[in-house]
Antibody
């Protein structure tokens, strides 16, 4: 049974750096083809894809946010970390991590964590 | 990159069929058979309904189907039920990243 859960601060100040952790179970990020991605959703708005890390440590980023994002993995801990620099109030959103088995879809999602950016 | 284009809202009566379109470009929807659809209920995480254009994950009703023509993908829900009322998002692989649609609110009348 696959599950994912996001964790991190609920409130950050503008210009600060956000670090979110996705802890997962039921699959291995060392299995060929597997990836874990991050997607966010501002309140009342659409989903926005942020980043993905593959089993072989290849990384993909949203071109519009690439300069601010870093994604890493710790296979031994079954965790993926997303770091977003220079946070702004417009980055207020629910942040989800999701499991990508292979191909182009995200089959299992975490419950999401709401991050508010405010001074 | 621009979000995929979806109608803001669609509606239908119980038992009817509805179709939600998702228009991209030749760089995303038109180039890859890697379009997926997600259902999202208020306050909940998205749920995968269709992947690789027209495949259904285990447990998803056969009333949900997907297709693609050129740069436009479509999600069809047949035999509409009250429980189908939700937001729906399309998503496409775009070569080195993914892009979501703006979302469509489905209302069951």
């Amino acid at each position: 049974q696959i599950s994912l859960k996001e964790s991190g601060p609920t409130l950050v100040k503008p210009t600060q750096t956000l670090m979110l952790t996705c802890t997962f179970s039921g699959f291995s990020l060392s299995s060929s083809g597997v990836g874990v991605g991050w997607i966010r959703q501002p309140p009342g708005k659409a989903l926005e894809w942020l980043a993905l890390i593959y089993w072989n440590d290849n990384k993909r980023y949203n071109p519009s946010l690439k300069s601010r994002l870093t994604i890493t993995k710790d296979t031994s801990k079954n965790q993926v970390v997303l770091v977003m620099a220079n946070m702004d109030p417009v980055d207020t959103a629910t942040y989800y991590c999701a499991h990508r088995p292979q191909g182009g879809s995200y089959h299992y999602w975490g419950q999401g964590t709401l991050v508010t950016v405010s001074s | 990159q621009s979000a995929l284009t979806q109608p803001a809202s669609v509606s239908g009566s119980p038992g009817q069929s509805i179709t939600i379109s998702c228009t991209g470009t030749s760089s995303d929807v038109g180039s890859y058979n890697l379009v997926s659809w997600y259902q999202q209920n208020p306050g909940k995480a998205p749920k995968l309904m269709i992947y690789e254009v027209n495949k259904r994950p285990s447990g998803v009703s056969s009333r949900f189907s997907g297709s693609k023509s050129g740069n436009t993908a479509s999600l069809t829900i047949s035999g509409l039920q009250a429980e189908d009322e939700a937001d729906y998002y399309c998503c496409s692989y775009a070569g080195t990243f993914w892009v979501f649609g703006g979302g469509t609110k489905l209302t069951v009348l």
